[in-house]
């Protein structure tokens, strides 16, 4: 079946640009995650859907960032007026709903990344 | 706070050698520990996952990982390494009490020589 798609792989943008960053996840799988990996931070977690909700925003790095959900599906991650520290591959995962009894949580399937590069 | 380890930047194996990729935690409550690969140019792969049960847990591709409690430490291993195995390899936890994101350790390169 098709997994967690993303668009667009690659995008290029001057400094000061918005920018929107589209996944769409796995049917089924209420969870959302979205994830930052670039070289001098590795792996990052930005934020986590529930439904069209996000309970965690922990981890977006400044108020130029932002990702709504609709629909319990497709998920776009914007970030406003782009600073060259923002350039990064986006990943984005989909899993079931955390499940409960002895296997309280499921594997994440991660979508192949945008890489965003900021001049 | 929660952590997840890898000692080791980049691992190098010959073909067919078994091979050993690191990873240590350190986790509030009970561990649950999950292997992901990275081909370049991809997303993450899931390959296995410990959630309870047995120690040694069996996954994709031919992998296997080694949950040591004493230790703090689960170590994937494969017993005989293959030039297509060659990618970047993550050791991730979901935090505690937080909606099952996951934190990741910094990553292990294997390089798989013929």
């Known amino acids: 079946g098709a997994g967690v798609s993303q668009s667009p792989s690659n995008k290029v943008t001057e400094k000061g640009k918005d920018v929107e960053l589209r996944c769409d996840p796995i049917?089924?799988?209420?969870?959302l995650y979205w994830y930052r990996q670039s070289l001098g931070q590795g792996l990052e977690f930005l934020i986590y859907?529930?439904?069209?909700?996000?309970?965690?925003k922990s981890g977006l790095p400044s108020d130029r960032f932002s990702a709504e959900r609709t629909g319990g599906s497709v998920s776009t991650l914007t970030i406003q007026r782009t600073q060259q520290e923002d350039s990064a591959v986006y990943l984005c995962?989909?899993?079931?709903?955390?499940?409960?009894?002895?296997?309280?949580?499921?594997?994440?399937?991660f979508g192949p990344g945008t890489r965003l590069t900021v001049l | 706070a929660q952590s997840v380890a890898q000692p080791e930047d980049q691992v190098n194996v010959a073909e067919g050698n078994p091979l050993t990729v690191k990873c240590t935690y350190s986790?509030?409550?009970?561990?649950?520990l999950f292997w992901y690969v990275q081909y370049p140019n991809r997303g993450l792969q899931f390959l296995l996952k410990y959630i309870t049960g047995d120690n040694l847990v069996k996954g994709s591709y031919g992998f296997e990982a080694e949950f040591n409690k004493s230790q703090t430490s689960f170590h994937l291993k494969k017993p005989s390494a293959l030039v297509s195995d060659s990618a970047l390899y993550f050791c991730a936890a979901p935090v505690s009490g937080g909606y099952n994101k996951l934190i990741f350790g910094a990553g292990t390169r294997l390089a798989v020589h013929p």
């Open positions: 859907f529930q439904g069209n909700s996000a309970p965690d």
């Open positions: 986790v509030s409550g009970n561990p649950y």
């Open positions: 995962a989909s899993s079931l709903t955390r499940g409960g009894g002895s296997a309280p949580y499921n594997e994440q399937f």
């Open positions: 049917s089924g799988h209420t969870a």
